[in-house]
């Protein structure tokens, strides 16, 4: 544990985030460097700028996402420096061409983040070209300059990437490991004495969208990778199956799911809770160990001493069951005890069998899974008719668009009745504050402003008491790969460390002092304010809107995922890579359920509705999938099964039913909302027992409908 802060260090300096903050620090920085040996710094601020726009749409994924992506925005920002550089003589002009560039470039939105992050470039440019008034043909010379500047960092980034094909791959896969083992974490506090349930929950699904982030990103770029897709490399088979198993392993630590509060009141007395939460923080650790090697090039330590432990648990639960004669622990609470110990131990074995994949000698023979991937990769297509679409009150990516154009507007006549220098920031400062949402833009908005006054303070205390032009130099670099290190890490920290940057940089230029830091915060709040007004009058967006949508999209998926999971126990042949979907679908749709709950907090108390009804769907619903993903487990995993499935049939029709008529009663209220009972799988007095395995099938599947029943009830208080 002493250790940990040096390790977080580690993987950081190892991180995609790190990596692109040294590219983009490099790509940008050498062209005004070489310029300026031959006295023409002057071109080589135009090269960086190019580059420095290039580099926005340059984030981890298939290299021939990037490499399109470079191009056209290459394309687009020399053609709107050029627009921009010929008509910037007229005021009027040059705000009917802000207006429209900005509404169509924040619509780029609808074709995904990445081709949102070319029309931010092409703002960016037309941003900082405005108050730049040349002759025609210096402008032409401009142009030619960004896009040779850009030209450049494609190359550059280009360059970077075949040097190290599967770098990305390592550092995506990695980073999302690491997230499995905080998800880790946070389960295990659940074992820990007078814990706060209800704030650990809160934690837990913030931590479930964070990892399906991680796991997305790690599909997108590694699903998509010719290299490893197509090529049967010893490399691409490896990192194939270690991401593989580690869904897998993520599925067994979603599964455990149980009355932690019932566990406790049981078992506090004899202390047995406390050894699984060290258990469970081991095996986040060892994952940690894991995550680190990709990143490294190194292979793990083989958990021997965690098998060890696990052995030893496993007695000392054995050993309870044998000591209880005299009835004090219930039975219940000593088969959800056995049970934990039983998933610990199958998840301690899967973390044994991706250790086993790093063995150099090993990975040679590594065979390659059947994986149908085409199936887990979502495709954008730019499609103009989806454009065309849109173009209605109706979509919120319309009315984003009409919200950026308008805030751009307003921040263009008031940086013209300033009449300022930099009256740039303001414009710059409503372009990168404005999201789709107003909860996302109030976040973006403080943490700009909190970088922004810190930082301009630190770069005052720079500026005031150091005069060296080498040491400012150092600090200037430093900043630089702070600020673009940052940059889709912590947005805050990226903007404390670009507002020194920015300070040291005009100073190098022979245009800084103080008050050039109090006009950037002055500007600042001047385009925050106009951005978070905007949000909030023009056209908003509040999360209530796309509530039903997302409710919906979640109980199909749980539905869908249910359904692939009974074929388990029905079918005697089934389709693995529609389970493995139905799965994804569920954690995507959790994740974006959860993740819409978290941003309502950021709105009005108007607009927060229904937050005690959408915090116990949200809950059932985790509660739903674990169930489901626990039921899975028993025939994957323990190959339990049952000698008569046809019995279970009534209760899997009634939970799909109740499903089914939940969605109808959300949708269009036509759903059929009564007190629909809940059927017995078994009968009191059946005189064939079960066996235990029998048993757990048969109390999974009729705590699945419990759960469905809870969720069909709730519907009745929901009026979306």
Known sequence: MLNRPIRTIQDFLLSTYFADGLRITFGVLLPSLIMAQFGMLKYGMTLSLGALCVSMVDTPGPIIHRRNAMLVTTALITVCSLLVGLTNVNTLFVGIVLVACSFIFSMFILYGTRAAAVGTAALLVMVLSIDDVRPWKEVIVYSLLIFTGSVWYSFLSYFFYRLRPYRVVQQTLSDSIHEVSEFLRAKAKFYHQNVDYEDNYADLLQLQVQVHEKQDAVREVLFKTREIVRDSTPEGRFLLLVFVDMVDLFEQVMSTYYNYDRLHSQFDSIGILSKYELMINRIAYELDEVAFALKTGGTPRAPTRLIEEVRQLKEEITQLEKDNVDGRFNTLGLIALKNIEVNIENIVSRVKTINGYFNKKEKKNLKNQEIETERFINRQQMDKKLFFENLTFSS????????????????????????????????????????????????????????????????????????????????????????????RKNYIVSVLFMTPYILVLFDFLGLGSLSLARERIFDTLIGSAIAVLGSYTLFPNWEHENLKEAMLKTLAANLEYYQQVTYLYFNTEHNLTSYKLARKEVYVTSANLASLFQRMFSEPKSKQKLMKEMHQFTALNHLLSSYIATLSLYTKEHAYSVSKPEELRPVVNNTIYLLNQTALFLDNKTGEINNVPLIKSKDETDEIQLNSEEQMIVDQFDQIQKVAYDIYKLSEKVKL
């Open 396 to 487: 919120a990516t319309f009315r984003h668009a009409m919200r950026v154009s308008i805030a751009m507007l307003i921040g263009f006549l008031v940086a013209q009745y300033l009449n300022s220098s930099h009256s740039y920031w303001i414009l710059l400062t409503v372009l990168v504050i404005s999201k789709p949402g107003f909860s996302l833009t109030k976040q973006r908005n403080y943490h700009r402003l909190i970088g922004t006054v810190i930082g301009a303070v630190i770069g005052m205390v720079i500026l005031v008491y150091i005069h060296d032009k080498n040491t400012l130099f150092v600090i200037l670099i430093i900043c630089m790969i702070g600020a673009y290190s940052f940059l």
